[in-house]
């Protein structure tokens, strides 16, 4: 056994385990989020078998070339001194651990991590790592293995290219086919059935001016779990009456979900209809809003405008998927865009041919994929002739290009997190503090980002690999770690991995956005009468609505 372990030790490449080493103390370091230690764990353990594939790859490559081998006296003392300074910053690394995720913590007014943190994450990265590298190991001797049958009948390289080439397309097949595609289907099947829930307490309204009553357009049965979620939600006339002290209107909310009917164009015209039916058109503020991956609309967004302008509002949204929106952007990050576009256009064009002293002013809100696709639902030369007045984007996910222009056109000096953009007389941003400057002129058309500096749906980006990101530059976001540096290929893993939980911090940081961000929104955009810096403060301390666990 003794012997078996000291060959099985031997077998490892020392370039690799020091290039793993130190990518794995790099991914250790903080990045947006705290990181779980399960989390943490199988992301050092990726970076950790990523890292030895790369020193792997660099020897076989020096070989290739040719290059000059060292002497035996020169690369012993080379493994000593490498090994005694690649030993200290990994330690220095792991042991900081615990102090880099309370850096971030602390910002979030989370607990400190638990003492046994380290310990937790440090195992099973090794262990998942170890599992990564036996599964390479096997893929090579499968290639050999091949190669070596294949020598039979051509000349040595070719049949290593042959095997090799054969290998790559087996496992990308396997891994695309069988493991992507299997872990999709289980989601989408999982979702789905999460979609067809019934959360207790969620009864079908039976006043026939709502969505899903016994006199509703839309069937109630097929609105989807977030959809019932929405139309049952918010407040109604009464408690907006004991918030504002002024009377009320019963809010209007409108929402076709997927299984409601085929295609989002069949999906848009029942929502239109159900909408007039509702007389959504009676009212002063009409709201086309694109939920996010799961269906969701945020109770943030929707229920501080029905606050704000005292339930005097209608809502309307189709769904169109309910998996995660993180997942969902992997997979068709355009199907936001076809469903808010098909339900603006349908809107609008009913909205444009009303007389304009009597139909409701027009807006746009999104979070998250629903900005994404919110944002693009608006033809501009389109609606030049006849504009809508303004929009609620939070969360712009990194994919989009109209956020991304217009963060990269921002005013010189202005950070990327918080830019201002030209004389911002039509696009304004804001985060947790009010940002927005109201008492700056504004044009007739006002739209909002709301975007925080620790959300990675926003700021992950594919050059995280190899550029550091502008929004790094000082002065840094309040909820982004001082201890926070980049690293070439491990902060775009760590970024990466960050969107997957980027619901899993408290609201008003990551992805969870506030009602109080909302409210500052709304109100820069909508200008309500009668708001005062008290009522406001006032409605703050009242809306914490309960944040959607996988939007």
Same mark, same amino acid.
């Given at each position: 056994?003794?012997?078996?372990?000291?060959?099985?030790?031997?077998?490892?490449?020392?370039?690799?385990?020091?290039?793993?080493?130190?990518?794995?103390? =790099?991914?250790?370091?903080?990045?947006?989020?705290?990181?779980?230690?399960?989390?943490?764990?199988?992301?050092?353990?990726?970076?950790?078998?990523?890292?030895?594939?790369?020193?792997?790859?660099?020897?076989?490559?020096?070989?290739?070339?040719?290059?000059?081998?060292? $002497?035996?006296?020169?690369?012993?003392?080379?493994?000593?001194?490498?090994?005694?300074?690649?030993?200290?910053?990994?330690?220095?690394?792991?042991?900081?651990?615990?102090?880099?995720?309370?850096?971030?913590?602390?910002?979030?007014?989370?607990?400190?991590?638990?003492?046994?943190?380290? #310990?937790?994450?440090?195992? #099973?990265?090794?262990?998942?790592?170890?599992?990564?590298?036996?599964?390479?190991?096997?893929?090579?001797?499968?290639?050999?293995?091949?190669?070596?049958?294949?020598?039979?009948?051509?000349?040595?390289?070719?049949?290593?290219?042959?095997?090799?080439?054969?290998?790559?397309?087996?496992?990308?097949?396997?891994?695309?086919?069988?493991?992507?595609?299997?872990?999709?289907?289980?989601?989408?099947?999982?979702?789905?059935?999460?979609?067809?829930?019934?959360?207790?307490?969620?009864?079908?309204?039976?006043?026939?001016?709502?969505?899903?009553?016994?006199? $509703?357009?839309?069937?109630?049965?097929? #609105?989807?779990?977030?959809?019932?979620?929405?139309?049952?939600?918010?407040?109604?006339?009464?408690?907006?009456?004991?918030?504002?002290?002024?009377?009320?209107?019963?809010?209007?909310?409108?929402?076709? =979900?997927?299984?409601?009917?085929?295609?989002?164009?069949?999906?848009?015209?029942?929502?239109?209809?159900?909408?007039?039916?509702?007389?959504?058109?009676?009212?002063? #503020?009409?709201?086309?809003?694109?939920?996010?991956?799961?269906?969701?609309?945020?109770?943030?967004?929707?229920?501080?405008?029905?606050?704000?302008?005292?339930?005097?509002?209608?809502?309307?949204?189709?769904?169109?998927?309910?998996?995660?929106?993180?997942?969902?952007?992997?997979?068709?990050?355009?199907?936001?865009?076809?469903?808010?576009?098909?339900?603006?256009?349908?809107?609008?064009?009913?909205?444009?041919?009303?007389?304009?002293? =009597?139909?409701?002013?027009?807006?746009?809100?999104?979070?998250?994929?629903?900005?994404?696709?919110?944002?693009?639902?608006?033809?501009?030369?389109?609606?030049?002739?006849?504009?809508?007045?303004?929009?609620?984007?939070?969360?712009?996910?990194?994919? $989009?290009?109209?956020?991304?222009?217009?963060?990269?056109?921002?005013?010189?000096?202005?950070?990327?997190?918080?830019?201002?953009?030209?004389?911002?007389?039509?696009?304004?941003?804001?985060?947790?503090?009010?940002?927005?400057?109201?008492?700056?002129?504004?044009?007739?058309?006002?739209?909002?980002?709301?975007?925080?500096?620790?959300?990675?749906?926003?700021?992950?980006?594919?050059?995280?690999?190899?550029?550091?990101?502008?929004?790094?530059?000082?002065?840094?976001?309040?909820?982004?770690?001082?201890?926070?540096?980049?690293?070439?290929?491990?902060?775009?893993?760590?970024?990466?991995?960050?969107?997957?939980?980027?619901?899993?911090?408290?609201?008003?940081? =990551?992805?969870?956005?506030?009602?109080?961000?909302?409210?500052?929104?709304?109100?820069?955009?909508?200008?309500?009468?009668?708001?005062?810096?008290?009522?406001?403060?006032?409605?703050?301390?009242?809306?914490?609505?309960?944040?959607?666990?996988?939007?």
């Amino acid at each position: 056994m003794k012997k078996w372990l000291h060959e099985y030790s031997r077998s490892f490449s020392y370039v690799g385990l020091v290039v793993a080493t130190l990518l794995f103390a =790099g991914s250790v370091s903080p990045s947006l989020l705290p990181r779980p230690p399960v989390v943490q764990g199988i992301l050092s353990g990726f970076v950790l078998a990523i890292g030895y594939g790369i020193g792997v790859l660099l020897v076989l490559t020096w070989r290739f070339l040719q290059l000059p081998i060292v $002497s035996d006296k020169t690369k012993l003392w080379g493994k000593r001194v490498s090994t005694v300074m690649v030993g200290i910053i990994a330690f220095y690394f792991v042991w900081s651990t615990s102090d880099w995720q309370n850096s971030i913590r602390e910002r979030m007014d989370m607990p400190p991590v638990e003492s046994a943190y380290p #310990i937790t994450f440090f195992t #099973i990265a090794i262990l998942w790592s170890w599992g990564l590298v036996l599964l390479a190991r096997f893929l090579l001797r499968c290639n050999r293995y091949l190669s070596a049958k294949l020598r039979r009948f051509v000349p040595r390289r070719i049949a290593t290219g042959i095997s090799t080439f054969i290998v790559f397309l087996v496992t990308i097949f396997v891994a695309n086919g069988v493991v992507t595609d299997g872990a999709l289907n289980l989601a989408d099947n999982f979702f789905l059935q999460a979609d067809q829930m019934i959360d207790e307490g969620i009864e079908r309204p039976e006043r026939s001016l709502v969505c899903g009553s016994p006199d $509703s357009l839309v069937p109630w049965d097929m #609105i989807g779990r977030k959809g019932k979620t929405f139309i049952a939600g918010g407040p109604t006339a009464e408690s907006i009456e004991a918030v504002t002290g002024e009377t009320s209107l019963e809010p209007v909310r409108v929402y076709v =979900g997927m299984e409601t009917i085929d295609d989002e164009v069949s999906q848009a015209k029942l929502a239109l209809q159900e909408l007039i039916r509702v007389g959504g058109f009676d009212r002063s #503020i009409l709201i086309v809003a694109t939920p996010t991956g799961t269906g969701w609309l945020d109770p943030g967004a929707v229920d501080t405008v029905e606050y704000l302008h005292n339930g005097d509002t209608a809502t309307v949204s189709i769904q169109y998927s309910y998996l995660p929106s993180w997942i969902t952007i992997l997979i068709d990050p355009d199907r936001s865009k076809r469903s808010a576009r098909a339900l603006f256009t349908t809107v609008y064009d009913y909205w444009k041919g009303l007389p304009k002293n =009597g139909r409701p002013k027009l807006y746009l809100q999104g979070l998250s994929l629903g900005s994404l696709g919110s944002e693009d639902a608006a033809d501009l030369l389109t609606i030049f002739e006849d504009p809508i007045h303004g929009a609620v984007w939070s969360g712009p996910p990194f994919p $989009s290009q109209q956020w991304k222009k217009i963060v990269h056109d921002r005013n010189p000096g202005t950070p990327e997190w918080m830019p201002t953009y030209r004389q911002q007389r039509i696009i304004r941003f804001t985060a947790q503090e009010n940002h927005l400057q109201i008492d700056k002129p504004w044009g007739a058309m006002r739209n909002v980002y709301i975007q925080y500096a620790s959300d990675p749906m926003v700021w992950f980006s594919h050059d995280l690999a190899w550029r550091p990101p502008a929004w790094l530059n000082e002065p840094r976001g309040p909820d982004v770690s001082p201890q926070l540096q980049w690293y070439p290929l491990v902060t775009y893993l760590q970024v990466a991995f960050d969107l997957a939980i980027s619901t899993s911090v408290p609201v008003g940081h =990551g992805h969870n956005y506030s009602p109080a961000s909302y409210i500052d929104a709304w109100i820069g955009v909508t200008d309500p009468e009668g708001w005062t810096p008290e009522k406001i403060a006032l409605l703050k301390e009242t809306i914490v609505p309960p944040i959607d666990p996988d939007p």
